[in-house]
C-alpha cells in the first residue's frame, strides 16, 4: 500500500501561483510513476502531469504545458506541481496519485493509489 498526501493548494488571483506537495509513504518502490489529476465540479478528472521515477519521463496535458512543472525529491518521496500563470479554470481539486507506468496512466488507465485532494481556487 502507498499512502499520498497532498498539501500547498489555497486560492490565488489569475496569474498568481501556487506549490503542490505530494508527500508518499509505505510501499513507494511498487510505484515508477507520480502524478497529478484534477477535477472541477461536474466535470471528469483530467490527468495533469506524471513523471516517472527516474525523472526522465515527464508528461503535461496541452492545458497546463508551459505554466506548470512536475518535479521529484526521491529522497523525500515527494512529488511537487508548481503552477504558474494561473488561471481561473486551473480551479479544481488537485490530486495526487501513484502507479506502476506513466505510459498507462496517460493512456487513461487508473493510478494504483490516490491522494485526498487540495482544493486550488484560482480568482479572475
Known amino acids: 500500500q502507498v499512502q499520498l498526501v497532498e498539501s500547498g493548494g489555497g486560492s490565488v488571483q489569475a496569474g498568481g501561483s501556487l506549490r503542490l506537495s505530494c508527500a508518499a509513504s509505505?510501499?513507494?518502490?511498487?510505484?515508477?510513476?507520480m502524478g497529478w489529476f484534477r477535477q472541477a465540479p461536474g466535470k471528469e478528472r483530467e490527468l495533469v502531469a506524471v513523471?516517472?521515477?527516474?525523472?526522465?519521463?515527464?508528461y503535461y496535458a496541452d492545458s497546463v504545458k508551459g505554466r506548470f512543472t512536475i518535479s521529484q525529491n526521491n529522497a523525500k518521496n515527494t512529488v511537487y506541481l508548481q503552477m504558474n500563470s494561473l488561471k481561473p479554470e486551473d480551479a479544481s481539486m488537485y490530486y495526487c496519485?501513484?502507479?506502476?507506468?506513466?505510459?498507462?496512466?496517460?493512456?487513461?488507465?487508473?493510478?494504483?493509489?490516490w491522494g485526498q485532494g487540495t482544493q486550488v481556487s484560482v480568482s479572475s
Open positions: 496519485a501513484a502507479g506502476q507506468s506513466c505510459f498507462a496512466m496517460v493512456a487513461g488507465n487508473g493510478p494504483n493509489y
Open positions: 509505505g510501499d513507494t518502490y511498487s510505484s515508477s510513476c
Open positions: 513523471m516517472g521515477s527516474t525523472g526522465r519521463l515527464t
